[in-house]
């Protein structure tokens, strides 16, 4: 089995696409653990804000076919087949990490850039795995996040519920 983080967002009618995009993960994963849930504005598009969190999952699937279901549920969702990558979502799944995997695998660029750049990836991934190592530089995702210049975009934990229990808490 190989541990997979994913980042997940919306920002059109987002408590429900991302309680769907939940479901749906679990359908293809089964466990799954979760960070908590952030409200953050939109990066490089005029738009409303997302709701964003990281899963953290075990597949036995391989990379492309992963990929390819994933895409499949973003499109089940509502995601046009050849949207723009700075738009507004009504689901994105991101593969952030596949194991240790690093540089392009299937087309696909590992780890996720975006990790390292954007606050509504890396702080739900080092609350949800503060001791995993980033599979490029080597370095625990707390000890990133402590490097992060954390003032250049606010995130806000949301109350954010899935399955009758509480994922995430306002702070």
Known sequence: MTQVFLG?????????????GLDALQALFGALELSPVYDSAAIGFDG????????????????ATMAAR??????????????????????????????????EHDG?????????????????LAELAPTALHPGKGLSYATLWRGYQQQS??????D????????????
């Open 8 to 20: 997940l967002g919306s920002n059109i009618e987002r408590e429900h696409y991302l309680v769907a």
């Open 160 to 171: 954010f519920a899935w399955q009758g229990r509480w994922i995430s808490r306002a702070e």
């Open 108 to 124: 696909i660029n590992l780890p996720r850039g975006e990790i390292l750049d954007n606050a509504f990836v890396l702080r739900p």
């Open 70 to 103: 994933l895409r499949q549920i973003e499109t089940e969702h509502g995601r046009p087949l050849h949207a723009t990558r700075f738009s507004a979502r009504r689901l994105d799944i991101d593969i952030l990490t596949y194991g240790d995997l690093v540089g």
């Open 48 to 63: 409303q804000p997302f709701l964003n969190m990281v899963v953290a999952a075990d597949t036995s699937l391989p990379l």
């Open 153 to 158: 975009q606010t995130l806000v934990r949301v």
